[in-house]
């Protein structure tokens, strides 16, 4: 036999193996590519947030828009002293906001915000449909208000195109999701937004949705900015405001990963959609998104805000609205407290246009 079969095997045994490890190599290239571009984008993401103001910058071409939405929401008889929330179970659930409209914050050095806070729970409003799946933590308010009323366009595990939903398309859901049961009192061809906002009549309705998008495979990009520009437009067209917010950090853990990146990218369309459409923006994800703070103020699955003391322990409600120093490390008490100081500067806002143009109605 000839000497030269085994050294020809030998040889395409090498170039194989050669092959297979050149392919391996790029292949390993290739993921790290494309693990560098996602930490590049989530860098650059990151940066442009961490760039966006915290509070609502009211000037030039949002200030223009604004003060048209207000002559409209004066037409519609929307009252200057109610505002709707509208979102997921992070401004649903019961350990959030409420605790504003049922007990009196330990504003520290906050003192300057007593009388915008006395404002908007002096309104006395229907007490709304409880959220299902709420977090039942402290007594509900005696009275409820723009803080403490159970909003009709607020559900846990919402996602953001739900707002723009019938009741009918939710009760006809096969088998029915218990947590996103109507309220009973909404028409049921009306958006859940339209109820909300005709049922107690809102100056600004607060838009705080996105984190669920993730799990029911909603794009982030421009789909995402068109997905709030329709929530945006759906609260014009029924008369009030809207004010957007980013939504808080959504964290990774060792089962799953990639919530933080996308939550930066839904952020991204949401400080883009208030740009395109010429909204207020509360950027809620900024200081939550630091170090300095608890977990980045969320509780330990990584999903929902934390409050001092814990969201689901007894007497959450009046420890979310604890400002002084301990208490801001935690996400609701921030939030809490950033509500609070946007709402401040937007009826200053207001004020300032009532002086500019008679035409702009009470503030």
């Known amino acids: 036999m000839r000497q030269t079969c085994p050294r ?41 947030l961490r760039a966006t103001a915290e509070l609502p910058v009211v000037e030039g071409k949002v200030r223009d ?29 019961f350990n959030t906001i409420y605790g504003l409209g049922c007990f009196k914050p330990a504003f520290d050095r906050f003192r300057y915000l007593e009388k915008t ?40 595990d919402f996602f953001s195109t739900q707002l723009l939903t019938q009741p009918r398309q939710l009760l006809a859901e096969d088998p029915p ?15 859940l937004i339209e109820c909300e906002i005709d049922r107690i009549r809102p100056r600004y309705s607060i838009i705080s949705i996105g984190v669920n ?4 495979l909603l794009p982030t990009g421009r789909a995402a900015v068109e997905r709030f520009g329709g929530i945006v437009s759906e609260v014009r067209r029924n008369g ?5 917010s980013t939504i808080p950090p959504h964290l990774d853990s060792s089962a799953e990963s990639g919530n933080w990146n996308y939550v930066v990218e839904i952020n991204q369309a949401i400080v883009s ?44 409600l009046r420890r979310s609205v604890d ?25 200053r806002e207001v004020a300032e246009l009532g002086r500019s143009s008679s035409s702009s109605g009470p503030s």
């Open 273 to 316: 959609a208030a740009r395109s459409y010429r909204v207020p923006l509360i950027n809620v994800w900024r200081p939550l998104a630091s170090k300095a703070m608890v977990n980045f103020g969320m509780e330990p699955s990584g999903l929902h805000l934390e409050t001092l003391g814990g969201y689901d322990k007894p007497g959450a």
């Open 65 to 93: 828009q604004f003060k048209r939405d207000l002559a409209s929401s004066v037409r519609a008889g929307m009252r200057p002293r109610v505002f709707a929330k509208l979102g997921d179970s992070n401004i649903a659930s």
């Open 117 to 156: 806070w006395a404002r908007y729970r002096s309104v006395r409003l229907p007490a709304g449909y409880p959220v299902p799946w709420g977090s039942l933590a402290s007594a509900p308010c005696a009275r409820a208000n723009s803080f403490s009323r159970f909003s009709a366009a607020t559900r846990s």
């Open 240 to 244: 009030s405001i809207p004010i957007l």
């Open 8 to 48: 020809t095997l030998t040889t395409g045994l090498i170039l194989q193996r050669t092959a297979v490890l050149v392919l391996s190599v790029l292949a390993l290239t290739m993921l790290a590519s494309c693990s560098s571009q996602e930490n590049a984008a989530a860098t650059n993401g990151e940066t442009q």
């Open 323 to 347: 400002f002084r120093p301990r208490g801001l490390k935690f996400g609701n008490n921030r939030r809490n407290l950033m509500i609070l100081q946007a709402l401040r500067r937007l009826d």
């Open 177 to 191: 999701y218990p947590g996103w049961a109507p309220d009973p009192v909404c028409p049921v061809d009306d958006t």
């Open 213 to 216: 998008d993730q799990a029911f």
